[in-house]
DNA sequence: TTATGCGTTAATGTATACACAAGTGCATAC
DNA sequence: GTATGCACTTGTGTATACATTAACGCATAA
């Protein structure tokens, strides 16, 4: 059962550990440290970082260490901005692609569930939905590299969102955009389907780094 | 001088020789192999392996070797659609950000270098300078991680550029395009800069897709 | 006190060794 | 002739060893 190399091994393990914070931004740790944190040699690790490294949340610099990448407002601008055209083009493709009711299922799905959050104050439900309706927006854009790209900026998206979720003001405005982006692509209105979505994120992204400039999470 | 590692020579003697067609598309190699012909041990090899993985050129199959990865008219279709929103957000980006004459310098060469190359009738020249425009114009528009994305998309479509180079039409109204894109960016109009730009894109993708199906190039 | 240079330390880059597992071919049975 | 299983081969995943070289501290000089 247990089919996962040490690498895989790795990799999800270090991600997790990012992700909850006990690898905080901008911290060094030797590749000995790890491996012997992870009960595997240097080797794996090493090829784990690479990768991690490839999709932007790790630097790997000689003798420093492994770092773990910090996101400022201005990273979080840039990620924003890619997110908001990709997205934006999924949602238009999704539109062409005449899917059934069936079809956007998912969707529907986690827009209620959403709304069911939002009514319970239930923030992290909510975030877990809204990722949820993202993640089935760009899968039914298909297109595999647009959804490798999104994913990577995606998790860095995540990983600043631990210290933004309890700050924003309550997701309202959203969970009516994604009704309307789902109507459109319902419908195979691809133009509004990419407009109101590409507005949506537009949004996000000037909420958030307003927020993140705020509160000076220049590197952290 | 040489103050390059064994694993940036691996990565850029693979690179050379997939661009080269020397490692042809689908081919597979053996680690020990590749170490082989490099001259340094399997180590390097594998880690320049799996960086050219992240970036799509290559795939690691167990026991199968590594594969140079194929690049099907599928797939060029969903690299041109993101390479087509990715530039034209930087290309709006670059009109918003009020550059001087002297900033677009090298756009202005770029175009020229092209319209020389048109006129001797020396594609490959005016690949070459096409490709320094596109580059250009993407670093104008000030996002790094952008940047990066688009770097990794624009290899791949110079991979399939061997082979369509000589079998598309004469890009001449391509010339045209860029230079109202210039104009754009030099007043400052992001509108017509970002859609002028997406449209250029939208028929270069479109004409390389069918020619890529109409040669049954489908998975070479 | 600050700057400069040297020696030490230790982390990395690379090579090598080895166990394991997947693919291959042959032999055997039907 | 076809199918099944077994032994063998061989590539990979991982561990380990080692040389190199960059960072750091200390001493010395201005």
Redesign the interface.
């Known amino acids: 059962m247990g089919a996962m190399s040490n690498v895989e091994r790795a990799v999800s393990a270090l991600r997790q550990m990012i992700f909850a914070g006990e690898l905080p931004p901008g911290s060094d740790h030797l590749e000995t440290e790890l491996a012997e944190k992870l009960g595997m040699s240097r080797t794996p690790v ?2 784990a970082a ?2 991690l490294q ?3 949340l790790v630097e790997m610099r000689p003798r420093r260490g492994i770092r773990i990448t910090p996101v400022s407002a201005a ?1 979080m601008a ?2 924003y ?2 997110l908001t ?2 997205e ?2 999924a949602a238009a ?1 999704a539109a062409e692609a005449q899917y059934s009711k069936a079809d956007l299922a998912n969707l529907a799905t986690a827009i209620r569930d959403m709304d069911g959050a939002l009514a319970r104050d239930d923030l992290r439900a909510w975030a877990e939905a809204d990722d949820r309706f993202h993640r089935e927006l760009v899968r039914l854009g298909r ?4 959804s490798m ?1 999104v994913s990577v ?1 995606r998790d860095q998206v995540r990983r600043a969102r631990a210290t933004t979720l309890f700050m924003r003001p309550k997701p309202k405005q959203s969970n009516e955009d994604h009704r309307v982006v789902y109507q459109a692509i319902a419908r195979g209105d691809a133009q509004v389907a990419h407009d109101t979505h590409h507005a949506h994120r537009q949004a996000a992204r000037d909420m958030l780094v307003a927020l993140l400039e705020k509160h000076q999470f220049h590197g952290l």
Do not use: F, K, P, T
């Open positions: 090493r090829e690479l990768m490839a999709q932007g990273d840039e990620i901005d890619i055209e990709l934006s083009l493709r297109n595999a590299r647009l790209v900026m």
